[in-house]
């Protein structure tokens, strides 16, 4: 009966290959289905494009948080005003700037003999910028 042993032994091998197999035949069914899968999601058509996707996506999310971010900063800086009512508040405080930047750089020369419009002048012109000559 000795013969027969080795051949059994064959036998128990080849059925334990032939499980393992299956097995791993399987799980390859499995990932398959899976990359399909994970493909159809990100709407790839090749599974070798799964990692660009996937940083876009990264990059996507990273953007997002950052506009979340900056959109808090917006709203602590104007005092709870909304985005739109504060960049028209800057809008129009850079507008006021501008025009008192270019009055500083503008030299005007206005010549009367009324007295009134030289009052009016020293009313609504700031002194140190005024220069009232008499002739």
Do not use: W, Y
């Not at 950052?66 to 504060?86: H, I, N, W, Y």
């Not at 030289?118 to 000559?133: K, P």
Request: net charge negative; aromatic share 2%; hydrophobic share 35%.
């Amino acid at each position: 009966m000795r013969p027969c042993s080795p051949f059994r032994s064959l036998q128990q091998q080849q059925t334990t290959v032939s499980e393992e197999l299956i097995g791993t035949q399987k799980r390859v069914a499995d990932a398959t289905t899976m990359i399909q899968t994970l493909c159809r999601e990100a709407r790839c058509d090749q599974p070798d494009k799964l990692p660009e996707v996937e940083n876009r996506d990264r990059k996507r999310r990273q953007l997002r948080e950052e506009k979340e971010a900056l959109e808090d900063r917006l709203c602590q800086l104007s005092a709870g005003a909304t985005v739109e009512a504060f960049v028209d508040q800057a809008a129009a405080a850079e507008t006021e700037h501008i025009a008192a930047d270019r009055l500083q750089l503008t030299q005007v020369i206005f010549f009367t003999h009324h007295q009134h419009m030289v009052a009016l002048a020293r009313q609504s012109i700031d002194e140190q910028v005024l220069q009232v000559h008499r002739l």
